[in-house]
């Protein structure tokens, strides 16, 4: 019984998951500069919101727990900090995207995406 509750709750959370390429373009590389307007850690991803100019990004990242295993946490970027963020934009439009990457001040670099994403 313990095992079909299992199969049906990993199920359920399979489902409940988006593809990376259902929402963003692999072909839609970005170079986003900005200043870090907040971090939302929450799963089952972790966003950034990032001011680029006139325009706030929601950049989506890997889970909290990936990215606090890589050594990222919300200290590493406060609100205010001036980084670059490589990403895939979301099909959508502009606005929206997948990080693959963070460099901080003083060119510390982290990987914030999903080691699944680009799989075609």
Do not use: C
Request: a positive charge; charged letters at 20%.
């Amino acid at each position: 019984m313990r095992l079909i509750f299992t199969l049906l709750v990993l199920a359920a959370t399979a489902r409940a998951h988006h593809s990376f390429a259902a929402e963003y373009d692999i072909d839609k590389p970005v170079r986003l500069a900005g200043t870090i307007a907040r971090i939302d850690f929450s799963n089952p991803h972790t966003h950034i919101y990032l001011d680029v100019g006139a325009t706030e990004w929601s950049i989506e990242a890997a889970s909290p727990n990936a990215l606090l295993r890589r050594g990222f946490h919300k200290q590493s970027a406060p609100p205010g900090t001036r980084v670059i963020i490589d990403a895939y934009q979301a099909k959508s439009g502009p606005g929206k995207a997948s990080a693959r990457d963070i460099v901080l001040p003083g060119g510390y670099i982290f990987l914030l995406g999903t080691f699944s994403e680009g799989v075609k």
